[in-house]
């Protein structure tokens, strides 16, 4: 099994970590940044929104499990895809969302499931999602405290007010790609 790579910025990582690490062929989310420089990669930095960052998690997945695809729909299914720079109470460049491809395959894959999606009106609005080639980019891991956030966090109101929410659509939509073990 050759794992590959997904990185998605929609929003908070919090919430994206927390609705992707419960997908069966995910074996590991790590919340970061990534379009800035090394210097500037840091919450205090980021959260200003003057560095270029984007919060984003880097999903490693199986592929005989789980389709590129199918973390895609996800993807666009638990953020929204149509605002520019913000998602829900969160504004600033650091929460725009926005895709980081690893290969052609991947780039093609993108645009097929954004053009189907706006052809089926899925949102009111066009889809305003970034698509970067990942070459062009580093991702940094984000600080300790930041990972597995809504596990460790469940009952602080961020998590009940935004994430639990998330995790609700994600059920009640892809109940299928749901792991077992994973305990949402």
């Not at 210097?39 to 959260?47: G, I, L, P």
């Not at 149509?82 to 109470?89: F, I, M, V």
């Not at 899925?122 to 956030?149: C, G, K, M, R, S």
């Amino acid at each position: 099994m050759e794992l590959q790579y997904a990185i998605f910025a929609g929003g908070c990582f919090w919430c994206t970590e927390a609705v992707f690490k419960n997908l069966i062929g995910v074996k590991q989310v790590t919340p970061g940044y990534i379009g800035g420089t090394p210097e500037t990669a840091t919450y205090e930095m980021v959260s200003s929104g003057t560095t270029g960052h984007v919060e984003a998690i880097r999903i490693m997945f199986d592929p005989t499990q789980i389709t590129y695809r199918d973390l895609l729909h996800v993807f666009f299914y638990t953020h929204n895809p149509t605002t520019l720079n913000k998602q829900g109470a969160d504004t600033g460049t650091q929460y725009r969302s926005a895709i980081y491809y690893a290969s052609l395959e991947q780039k093609e894959c993108i645009t097929q499931v954004m053009d189907e999606l706006q052809r089926e009106g899925i949102f009111d609005n066009p889809i305003v999602t970034e698509v970067h080639a990942l070459d062009a980019f580093e991702f940094f891991d984000a600080e300790q405290y930041h990972h597995d956030y809504f596990e460790s966090n469940p009952q602080k109101p961020y998590c009940q007010i935004v994430i639990f929410p998330k995790i609700q659509k994600l059920r009640a939509k892809f109940s299928h790609l749901l792991s077992d073990d994973r305990g949402i």
